[in-house]
């Protein structure tokens, strides 16, 4: 999710203290909770087993990619307001990813993985983002810090898994990542990934103790961030540890965002404002699951054949020249997700946005 462009009203939290702790707060606890099950239970030493990737890839993950369509697809006037956009980008991501794939499958899955990677950084940002416009916060030193801790919070974790490779675990598939990196980079910056989140936690007691507004919410994803990414990566080396806490800590929130705006833009009786009811989030995640559902479906049969128990059928055995078309399709939603979460989001060329999110 992109930084917002305009400044909301000001205010500690980005809806209430309730929504945001449950939202940040809580996907983090549940990665948490799911990791200590899974040291008790010796599941770490492992790969992700059926029911926690279930649970987290198909139902999270691939489920908030498919959200994006409640945000546009399913929305008339929206399709209708930038159908150059709309249209043009999955078209423009697919033959991207026909090409991609055409030269070289490596090639396809590398790029992919960097794309996927600038999406999941850019949306702990723009949390951040948002709760600083929240507060009103302008000053130069709260942003710079503020920018710091997220990349810091997320991009060293990067650097340390470029520089330990190969892990137990990978984006999509083994060997996306560029090899290489000396493992002394990862060693040698520590110290100041360490001192950057320290000056943040430092900056944020300096201003309680002076009496100056601060963000509890905007302090929850730091350090939720944090806590995520340097836990799934750093310091564990596991496929199931990796996979709890990178996909709970990006794919539940995005999942309440897009509620959050359906509640208000589809509040008139209709068809889709049944499904933004309160207390109403079987109805809301049930199209979401199935269609998540059927693309994992698609891509073990076509592609991955490693889970024939939940996805029956034959290897239709498709050849080189077909999977160049078909895998970029398969790739499709998650591809145009990543593209379009750069504009949706944004109150510059968004009108009302703010107010359908209830800022």
Same mark, same amino acid.
């Given at each position: ?201 430092? $900056? ?151 107010? $359908?999110?209830?800022?």
């Amino acid at each position: 999710m992109s930084a917002t462009a305009a400044a909301p009203a000001p205010g500690r939290w980005l809806v209430s203290p309730r929504w945001d702790l449950a939202v940040f707060g809580g996907s983090a606890l549940l990665a948490l909770a799911l990791l200590a099950w899974g040291a008790f239970t010796g599941i770490l030493d492992g790969t992700t087993p059926a029911w926690a990737w279930i649970g987290t890839v198909v139902l999270v993950d691939v489920a908030h990619v498919w959200a994006t369509a409640y945000r546009v697809y399913a929305d008339p006037d929206e399709r209708r307001r930038r159908p150059g956009l709309y249209y043009g980008v999955p078209l423009a991501v697919y033959a991207a990813g026909v090409l991609l794939y055409s030269t070289s499958p490596g090639l396809f899955w590398r790029t992919l993985a960097y794309v996927a990677v600038f999406h999941f950084v850019r949306q702990q940002y723009g949390w951040v983002a948002l709760y600083r416009r929240r507060l009103g916060e302008h000053g130069t030193l709260d942003r710079v810090l503020d920018d710091a801790a997220i990349y810091s919070a997320t991009l060293y974790p990067l650097l340390h898994w470029h520089a330990n490779l190969p892990r137990e675990f990978e984006w999509f598939i083994e060997g996306d990542f560029i090899p290489g990196l000396p493992r002394g980079a990862a060693e040698a910056l520590l110290p100041v990934h360490l001192g950057i989140m320290a000056a943040y936690a430092a $900056r944020q007691l300096w201003l309680l103790a002076a009496g100056r507004p601060v963000s509890p919410g905007k302090n929850v994803v730091v350090a939720t961030t944090w806590a995520a990414w340097f836990v799934g990566i750093v310091a564990l080396d596991s496929d199931y540890a990796f996979t709890v806490t990178n996909v709970l800590v990006h794919g539940i929130p995005y999942l309440a965002l897009v509620w959050l705006y359906g509640r208000n833009r589809y509040a008139a009786p209709a068809t889709l404002s049944r499904l933004f009811r309160p207390h109403a989030w079987a109805l809301y995640l049930l199209p979401l699951v199935a269609l998540a559902w059927i693309e994992e479906w698609g891509w073990d049969r076509v592609l991955w054949h490693e889970r024939p128990h939940l996805f029956p059928g034959g290897d239709p055995g498709f050849g080189p020249e077909a999977l160049a078309l078909i895998v970029p399709l398969l790739a499709l939603p998650q591809a145009t997700h990543y593209v379009l979460d750069g504009w949706i989001w944004r109150t510059r060329g968004n009108p009302g946005l703010r107010e $359908r999110l209830g800022f």
